[in-house]
């Protein structure tokens, strides 16, 4: 499944203004909610798949074969429209491999609630690596905004660039405080998501992830980037701007 770090393209809209999807968002000038999480399309084919499987695993009284065949076919589908239309397959791919994992999982198992399994595993990776990068005093946040920037090595700087930052304990400061709302996302996720899978709530599951999902991650996306910028910068809510 996509995350919000990976590395998708960056977007300049009408008006000049440069936004970003994924962490990327975090560096530029301004923020769009719909951009940050790859657009509508992005949205649809993030979700699709497990909202499927708990529709169809509900809708035919808990038979888990059909639940899989309907969330894989509908991952790849996103990847076979893209490839037809010639557009960015990244986000797409990204999606069938974890919905791949997950139906794999299940079937193995022969556990619904495995096909979420997976997922509890990113999280966890993801919260123990974030919460390394704040420990060890490179939050992930300010590696994101200096590998981004205008100034960083996408123009030519060196990895020097990317970290100058941390010679300011305020930018540290700062990008440390931005880093911790990822943190509390991930343990959020697992606190809820684990003890559901535990007992085996597979349709409350299938809720908590997509509740848990897009709308948090967008959530978080916009509170670090608050967080980022100068405290002198006029506040600017999430924009809702689909992406074309």
Excluded: H
């Excluded at 010639?86 to 193995?108: D, E, K, S, Y």
């Excluded at 010679?167 to 684990?194: E, G």
């Amino acid at each position: 499944m996509a995350t919000p770090l990976d590395p998708p393209e960056e977007r300049v809209p009408d008006d000049g203004v440069t936004t970003g999807r994924g962490m990327r968002a975090l560096a530029g000038e301004e923020f769009s909610a719909a951009d940050a999480i790859g657009g509508w399309r992005g949205a649809v084919e993030s979700v699709a798949p497990g909202v499927l499987f708990v529709v169809v695993y509900l809708a035919t009284g808990q038979r888990m074969v059909p639940a899989l065949v309907a969330s894989l076919g509908a991952a790849l589908v996103a990847v076979m429209v893209r490839l037809v239309q010639r557009t960015p397959v990244t986000q797409a791919f990204a999606g069938v491999l974890g919905v791949l994992i997950g139906v794999i999982w299940a079937w193995r198992t022969g556990r619904a609630q495995d096909y979420f399994l997976w997922g509890l595993w990113v999280n966890v990776a993801y919260a123990v690596g974030t919460l390394a990068t704040i420990l060890a005093r490179y939050p992930l946040v300010g590696l994101v905004v200096g590998l981004f920037d205008k100034e960083g090595p996408l123009t030519g700087g060196s990895w020097g660039r990317v970290v100058a930052w941390r010679s300011d304990p305020a930018l540290l400061r700062r990008y440390s405080l931005a880093t911790w709302p990822w943190v509390a996302m991930f343990v959020l996720r697992l606190v809820v998501q684990v003890p559901l899978y535990r007992s085996a709530e597979v349709a409350w599951l299938g809720t908590a992830k997509l509740v848990m999902g897009l709308p948090l991650t967008a959530l978080v996306l916009w509170l670090s980037w608050r967080l980022v910028r100068p405290s002198g910068a006029s506040p600017e809510p999430p924009r809702t701007r689909p992406a074309p």
